[in-house]
């Protein structure tokens, strides 16, 4: 693990030339240097469209939508010709390129690793490293405070940010000799793996969830009474087995620090100085991008006129979250007018049907997909733990 750097007489020197924590092994100050020297081949990916030469397989074609977060996403990835490749040399990918966006979202920056070797790229920046220069260390440089600071000096442009490859030349960077930098990259390399592994264990998770939430409400799956089967389920309207009202007030009608709790149609609530209800409900968004997601709350609080709200359950309240969460969505989907941004209409609740096994039976399964969730949000909090410890060692370990 990364020390504190020993305390200096040379306070400004300190600052300026020696990390907050470093290894021990690791003494001296780094090195002020141009990034044109440490990447002495600075050039721009293709630019132009290469509409003509899109394939429906062939060398890859990275974007600036492929470059997010320090990696490389093949989500949305494209292809292009043989042909075209060949034509486009200055834009050809080797291993250990580092790759910055050169529009948009600007300094989001990614390593080319082997897997990506020989592929091409589109409006992004490549920067090609000299000898002994670890290229995942400046990936890293380029995500802390004085990476972010030094992007931002240069950057140009009001509605679209956008920078050049002449721009990077002449940036000054602060820099220790490729040992340092190797194991500087390789203790953030494991940090990053741990971010990777909590991130997949969450989708295993969820994949989990999703899986059992189909066979508990097709009734593949059933819970017992000891070891007698419950009785069979019914088939209820959701508005005959809760109320269904919504809320009265303009989305905007929120204020600061609030003592009660204000639902919109966002997947957050927001604050407000006023309630109209005080009851246990279920608070679902009747339109806009996150049409059809459930809060579950106790307690007072207000609702925006287009927040469906339902309470008086004559069921377990969380079996009914739990069914509408995995049902919801499809029936929205089904009553979608073509070329409409979805919405959720009165009837489309009221109406529909929800199958209604023993009080005792909702319990078990409600407290079967509560555990779930519950350790999805453990994961949730190791993530979000180690994205911080890892913001608080970019923060340290760069000058």
Request: positive net charge; aromatic residues 10%; hydrophobic residues 35%.
């Amino acid at each position: 693990m990364p020390q504190k750097a020993q305390e200096t007489t040379k306070m400004k020197t300190a600052e300026k030339m020696i990390p907050d924590l470093r290894f021990p092994e690791f003494k001296g100050e780094w090195e002020e240097k141009r990034l044109g020297k440490e990447f002495p081949f600075i050039r721009n990916g293709f630019v132009g469209t290469a509409t003509p030469y899109y394939a429906e397989s062939g060398v890859k074609y990275l974007q600036g939508k492929n470059v997010k977060n320090g990696a490389i996403s093949e989500n949305c990835l494209i292809h292009i010709t043989e042909a075209f490749h060949k034509k486009c040399q200055k834009s050809q990918l080797k291993n250990g390129d580092v790759l910055m966006v050169q529009s948009g979202h600007v300094g989001e920056c990614a390593l080319v690793t082997k897997e990506y070797e020989g592929a091409n790229c589109h409006a992004l920046l490549v920067l090609t490293p000299s000898d002994n220069i670890v290229s995942k260390f400046y990936i890293f440089y380029f995500y802390s405070s004085r990476g972010k600071r030094a992007i931002q000096k240069v950057k140009t442009g009001n509605t679209i940010e956008h920078i050049l490859s002449s721009d990077l030349k002449p940036m000054h960077v602060l820099t220790p000799d490729s040992a340092e930098q190797k194991k500087i990259a390789d203790f953030l390399l494991l940090v990053d793996g741990r971010i990777e592994g909590l991130e997949k264990k969450r989708e295993l998770l969820a994949a989990y969830k999703k899986g059992l939430m189909q066979k508990l409400f097709n009734q593949s799956l059933r819970f017992e009474n000891g070891n007698q089967p419950f009785p069979d389920w019914e088939e209820k309207r959701l508005g005959e087995v809760s109320r269904i009202r919504t809320g009265k007030l303009d989305a905007n009608a929120m204020v600061d620090n609030g003592p009660y709790r204000f639902y919109t149609c966002a997947r957050e609530y927001y604050r407000i100085d006023v309630y109209a209800f005080d009851t246990e409900a279920l608070l679902i968004s009747g339109n806009g991008a996150n049409v059809g997601y459930i809060h579950y709350y106790k307690g007072r609080f207000n609702a925006y006129q287009r927040t469906y709200v339902l309470d008086l359950f004559e069921q377990n309240i969380l079996f009914v979250k739990y069914f509408l969460s995995e049902r919801l969505t499809q029936r929205i989907e089904r009553e979608k007018k073509e070329g409409c941004m979805p919405y959720i209409v009165l009837g489309t609740l009221s109406e529909m049907k929800i199958p209604v096994p023993c009080l005792e039976e909702q319990r078990k399964i409600a407290e079967c997909l509560s555990a779930v969730d519950r350790k999805i949000g453990q994961v949730e909090t190791q993530v979000e733990q180690t994205r911080k410890f890892k913001q608080g060692l970019l923060q340290k370990m760069f000058v």
